[in-house]
């Protein structure tokens, strides 16, 4: 099912048929569903995850909820699956004023003990179907759609996305939604 969904949201993305449908959004509420989620993710890893928000000046903030829920849901997913047990994963989420206090910047930094990736990898993270040629995941499954779906809805979002990665360190991975 989720191969399916993946394939239809690049399909949309693709054809800009993808809308995003911005609403009112109660940020701290809509965090709430992240630790018990992450625990279902977790499944049987013995990892050590960390959530934490700090910083929300504006409770409320017009966004997509469902594609915002989706690209943290990748990201988080991703540190999961490749992060060995004993390692840590972690979500930390706040808001950052510029502008004489006027504009937010929403941020969030998901970081990890995992395996990381390697420069060139980096550099095709967000091409689709990309995955990176390593024995290290050969037993680890994806499509390589995921993050070039996050991408996209990141951009389509007004937001960016940057990646920092080594190997064997781990990964950070920042989305600032404007």
Known sequence: MELVNEVLDITQI?????????????IP???????PMLK?????????????QHDLYQKT?????????????????????YT?????????I????????KYINLIAVISDTGIGMSKE???????PFERAEDSRIDKIQGTGLGMAIVNNIIHMMGG???VESEINKGSKFTVTMV
């Not at 509420?29 to 630790?35: T, W």
């Not at 279902?40 to 934490?52: A, E, S």
């Not at 903030?61 to 540190?79: C, E, F, G, M």
């Not at 706040?94 to 206090?101: G, I, S, T």
């Open 14 to 26: 693709e054809n800009g048929q993808l809308r995003i449908n911005s609403q009112p959004v109660n």
């Open 29 to 35: 509420k809509l965090l709430d569903d992240f630790p």
């Open 40 to 52: 279902q993710l977790q499944g049987d890893k013995k990892l050590n995850i960390i959530c934490n």
């Open 61 to 81: 903030l017009l966004v997509d909820p469902l594609r915002l829920k989706q690209i943290y849901t990748n990201i988080l997913s991703n540190a999961i699956k």
């Open 84 to 92: 060995p047990d004993g390692g840590s994963v972690t979500f930390e």
């Open 94 to 101: 706040y808001e950052e004023l510029f502008l004489n206090n």
């Open 121 to 127: 990898f980096v550099k095709k993270i967000f091409v």
């Open 160 to 162: 960016e996305i940057q």
